[in-house]
């Protein structure tokens, strides 16, 4: 149980961490990078447990570390695709509104 809470607890901060270094956090709301991160952290924990592995007495901090590492690539990639294709849905959206008039 402390595990879940440390995985929630690092996941939401590390989501936080992501948004605020995205030079195009503007784009998109506050809650969504680290929504992301922290709903892939404890998928993978969820995955992780159920695999077992947070039971194994040698393996045990696999169950913490794999879904921070894999919640934090996957909040990059997230702040990466959000930034560019919202960037470019507003200028195609401003565009059509300025072809109007």
């Not at 989501?15 to 784009?27: K, L, Q, S």
């Not at 169950?63 to 695709?81: E, G, M």
């Amino acid at each position: 149980m402390v595990s879940l809470i440390v995985v929630t607890g690092v996941a939401i901060t590390l989501g936080f961490g992501v948004w605020f270094a995205d030079r195009r956090h503007h784009r998109y709301g506050l809650f969504l990078l680290p929504g992301v991160c922290l709903g892939s952290a404890l998928l993978m924990w969820i995955i992780l447990q159920f695999a077992g592995l947070g039971y194994h007495p040698e393996l045990f901090w696999l169950a913490w570390l794999l879904p921070l590492v894999a919640a934090l690539a996957l909040t990059v990639v997230a702040a990466w695709w959000f930034g560019r294709h919202r960037e470019k849905a507003d200028a195609d959206a401003m565009t059509a509104i300025l072809k109007q008039r």
